[in-house]
C-alpha cells in the first residue's frame, strides 16, 4: 500500500514536524505541505530547508483543506489547538501528533473531533536534544520506533494510513496501548530525563555551594557529557511531558530513588562486595539495549 495526502498541515514545524515535513516533500508524499507555528523566522527557516512549502499565521487557514494534520507542538497545547481549528476539518481528514505523551491524551483528542474526522496518535522515538526545524534531518525517523496508539474508536483506514506514512519514513511501526505507551516510556524516557535534569542541576548546587566555588565544567569529560546530554532538551516540552505522565513518573522516581539509596548504602558501608554486585547487575542490564544505528546528518 502507497499512501499520499492533498494537503499535510504541520502544526509546529520543529526537528520532528520539520522532518517530517522533509520526508512528506522529498518523496512526493503530499501534493502541499503547509507549516503553522508562532515564530516567523522559523517557518521562513523552513521553507528554505524544504521542510515546508509554505506557511500561515492562522491555523485555521493551515488545516482548511487538509486531509492530515499532524499536532507537533507541546502536548499541553492539543487541546486548545482542537477546540481552535477541529471544526474547519473536513469529514474524511486525519489528525494525528508526535507527542511523547499518549493515555488520557489521546481520549481527550478523540472526543475533540468532530463527525467523520479521525484521530490517531503517534510518537516517533527519534527526538535529539536540539530543537527547532533548523536540526531536522529527512534521516531522523531512519530504524527508529514509531509506536501508534490506537483505541476502540480509532478507525481502521486511518490507522492504516498513519502506519504507513511512517514506514515511508523509515521507522519501524507498532501499535501499544495509549495507557501502556505512557507505563513504558516513562521508565525507558521520561526517568532518564528526570534523573539527566536532576544530575545537571545537583552538579551547579555543588558547584556554588563550595567555597571557593569548585570549576567543575573546565574539567568534565565524556561521561559527564553522555550521561547529561537529554538536559539540554526543551524545558518547555519535558514539563508537559511530566505533567502529563505525573503519576507513572512520580512512581518512577520513588523506585529510582530506592535504587540509589541502596547504592549509597553499600558505598557507605565500605562493602566492596555489595558495591561490584549492584555494578555487574547495572552493566549487565545495560548490555542488553539494543542499540540504534547512528543518524546521518
Known amino acids: 500500500m502507497t499512501v499520499h495526502f492533498k494537503q499535510v498541515a504541520i502544526i509546529g514545524v520543529g526537528l520532528i514536524g520539520g522532518s517530517l515535513g522533509m520526508i512528506l516533500r522529498r518523496k512526493g508524499l503530499a501534493d502541499q505541505v503547509v507549516g503553522v507555528g508562532r515564530r516567523v523566522e522559523n517557518l521562513k527557516t523552513a521553507v528554505e530547508l524544504g521542510a515546508i512549502d509554505r506557511y500561515v499565521a492562522d491555523p485555521k487557514e493551515g488545516v482548511r483543506g487538509a486531509d492530515l494534520v499532524i499536532l507537533a507542538t507541546p502536548v499541553d497545547t492539543y487541546d486548545r489547538h482542537l477546540k481552535e481549528w477541529a471544526g474547519c476539518l473536513s469529514p474524511g481528514a486525519i489528525v494525528s501528533d508526535v507527542g511523547s505523551v499518549k ?22 522515538i527519534a527526538g535529539k536534544e536540539k530543537t527547532g526545524v533548523a536540526a531536522g534531518t529527512d534521516q531522523l525517523f ?3 520506533r514509531c509506536i501508534l496508539t490506537p ?15 511512517w514506514q515511508e519514513t523509515g521507522s519501524v511501526v507498532l501499535t501499544m496501548d495509549p495507557h501502556l505507551h505512557d507505563q513504558i516510556l516513562g521508565a525507558v ?3 532518564p530525563h528526570v534523573a539527566a535534569f536532576a544530575l545537571i542541576t545537583a552538579l551547579a548546587d555543588l ?8 570549576d567543575l565544567a573546565a574539567h568534565s569529560g565524556g561521561g559527564l ?8 532538551s526543551s524545558p518547555e516540552m519535558w514539563r508537559d511531558i511530566f505533567l502529563w505522565n505525573r503519576d507513572n513518573v512520580v512512581h518512577f522516581i520513588d523506585v529510582y530513588q530506592q535504587a540509589l539509596q541502596n547504592l549509597k548504602l553499600v558505598i557507605q558501608a565500605g562493602d566492596a562486595a555489595g558495591i561490584e554486585k549492584a555494578l555487574e547487575r547495572a552493566k549487565g542490564e545495560r548490555e542488553k539495549l539494543n542499540p540504534r544505528p547512528p543518524v546521518s546528518a
Open 103 to 124: 493515555g488520557t491524551l489521546v481520549e481527550q483528542s478523540e472526543a475533540s473531533m468532530p463527525a467523520g474526522v479521525h484521530f490517531v496518535g503517534a510518537h516517533p
Open 142 to 144: 531512519k530504524g527508529a
Open 151 to 165: 483505541t476502540s474508536k480509532t478507525d481502521a483506514q486511518a490507522l492504516e494510513r498513519v502506519r504507513v506514512l
Open 189 to 191: 524516557s521520561h526517568l
Open 207 to 214: 558547584r556554588d555551594r563550595e567555597i571557593p566555588p569548585l
Open 225 to 232: 557529557r553522555d550521561t547529561t546530554r537529554i538536559a539540554a
